[in-house]
C-alpha cells in the first residue's frame, strides 16, 4: 500500500510572531504530533514566494493509518492545543496519498 500524508497549512500573518510559531512549533508541537500520530516521517517548511505560509506534513504507512488518525482523539487534542495556542493562526487540512515516488 502506498504512503498516506496529512498536509497541515498554516498562515502567521504577523511576521512578529512567527519565531515564536516556529520555535512552538519544532519543540512542542511537532514532536507531540509525530507521537501521537505514530508517523513514520514529519516535516515543516515556510515558503519562500510568501513568508506566512507555513506547512507541516506527516507521512503515515499507508491510508487505514491515516483513515485511523483522522477519526482519533489525538487529532482533536492537538487542534484544541493548537487554538489554543494560536487563535489567530487559520489552517487547512489536506489528505493526499502518494502517486508515485522517483529518486535518482
Known sequence: MPAAFFVVRAIVTDPGKRAAFDRW???EHLPDAV??????????FWSL??????????QFDDEAKLAAMLKGDALKQLVADFNRDW??????????????????
Not at 514566494?49 to 506527516?58: E, G, K, N, T
Open 49 to 58: 514566494d510568501d513568508p506566512s505560509l507555513h506547512q507541516a506534513m506527516y
Open 25 to 27: 512549533y519544532e519543540r
Open 87 to 104: 487563535p489567530d493562526v487559520t489552517r487547512t487540512r489536506e489528505t493526499l496519498v502518494l502517486a508515485q515516488a522517483f529518486a535518482t
Open 35 to 44: 507521537k501521537a500520530f505514530g508517523v513514520s516521517k514529519a516535516l515543516r
